[in-house]
């Protein structure tokens, strides 16, 4: 079944707890699929056990494996990606969102602006919590004030992306004295319990999945079901 241009849709399909390098073998299979037109824009959501992540930033000769020693003696694996940014903590308490989008030739073919659109997908949400959340001059993300409340990184195939953004719900924030996330102090990072705000995970997962999907022009559908044919895709691919 194609899903080129004029089957415009954004699917939102939530894995659960999965093993960081499960899922990104699943989204580099996914852009593979996406690339082919056999699978709509999808937008993964799910938690990891702890691994810190380093982008592109955070790699080459002029970059230290000293930066995240504290990380590996803390015995927290160091996983090198093709994501841009540096380097990052995901872990219990966090929401993490991977958009397998086919960006379309002509204007969704700019970066900086899905970049900005993942931003806009999560301040919107995160308004209806009552939480005056925005962006900062010179940096990617999602911030309250001084304080960073999602990280952002992406990488992009053939048009199609991957990788994407970490919300802190409720994690531990004491993992961030480990290195410095996003080439920032620890202290910069916040969660949404540090800052008095509970949310229900699930509810605002919709929330953020349903936005995206009205910034990037896309109708949003849910693949609760585990017949979907999006679920079905995915759950082969993860056996394999």
Same mark, same amino acid.
């Given at each position: 079944?194609?899903?080129?241009?004029?089957?415009?849709?954004?699917?939102? !399909?939530?894995?659960?707890?999965?093993?960081?390098?499960?899922?990104?073998?699943? @989204?580099?299979?996914?852009?593979?699929? &996406?690339?082919?037109?056999?699978?709509?824009?999808?937008?993964?959501? #799910?938690?990891?056990?702890?691994? %810190?992540?380093?982008?592109? /930033?955070? @790699?080459?000769?002029?970059?230290?494996?000293?930066?995240?020693?504290? !990380?590996?003696?803390?015995? =927290?694996? !160091?996983?090198?990606?093709?994501?841009?940014?540096?380097?990052?903590?995901?872990?219990?308490? @966090?929401?993490?969102?991977?958009?397998?989008? *086919?960006?379309?030739?002509? /204007?969704?073919?700019? $970066?900086? /602006?899905?970049?900005?659109?993942?931003?806009?997908?999560? =301040?919107?949400?995160?308004?209806?919590?009552?939480?005056? +959340?925005?962006? *900062?001059?010179?940096?990617?993300?999602?911030? !309250?004030?001084? &304080? /960073?409340? +999602?990280?952002?990184?992406?990488?992009?195939?053939?048009?199609?992306?991957?990788?994407?953004?970490?919300?802190? $719900?409720?994690?531990?924030?004491?993992?961030?004295?480990?290195?410095?996330? #996003?080439?920032?102090?620890?202290?910069?990072?916040?969660?949404?319990?540090?800052?008095? %705000?509970?949310?229900?995970?699930?509810? $605002?997962? @919709?929330?953020?999945?349903? &936005?995206? +999907?009205?910034?990037?022009?896309?109708?949003?559908?849910?693949?609760?079901?585990?017949?979907?044919?999006?679920?079905?895709?995915?759950?082969?691919? %993860?056996?394999?």
């Amino acid at each position: 079944m194609s899903h080129g241009n004029s089957a415009r849709e954004l699917v939102h !399909v939530e894995l659960g707890r999965i093993p960081y390098q499960e899922a990104w073998d699943l @989204q580099l299979a996914l852009v593979d699929l &996406r690339r082919r037109d056999e699978l709509p824009d999808l937008l993964l959501t #799910c938690e990891h056990e702890e691994v %810190v992540t380093t982008g592109r /930033k955070a @790699q080459g000769p002029t970059r230290s494996a000293d930066e995240t020693a504290g !990380v590996v003696e803390a015995g =927290i694996e !160091v996983v090198e990606v093709e994501r841009g940014g540096a380097a990052t903590y995901h872990g219990p308490g @966090q929401l993490v969102g991977y958009p397998i989008v *086919k960006l379309e030739p002509g /204007k969704e073919r700019d $970066l900086h /602006k899905f970049l900005r659109t993942i931003e806009t997908s999560l =301040i919107g949400p995160l308004a209806d919590l009552g939480l005056s +959340a925005g962006r *900062k001059p010179d940096y990617t993300g999602v911030w !309250v004030g001084e &304080r /960073k409340l +999602a990280s952002i990184g992406i990488a992009c195939r053939g048009w199609v992306t991957y990788h994407g953004f970490a919300l802190n $719900l409720a994690i531990d924030l004491a993992r961030f004295r480990l290195f410095r996330p #996003c080439d920032l102090e620890a202290s910069v990072m916040a969660d949404l319990a540090a800052l008095g %705000v509970e949310a229900d995970r699930a509810t $605002l997962t @919709q929330a953020i999945a349903g &936005r995206l +999907a009205v910034e990037l022009g896309r109708a949003f559908r849910s693949a609760g079901s585990a017949t979907a044919p999006e679920s079905q895709a995915i759950q082969s691919l %993860v056996r394999t």
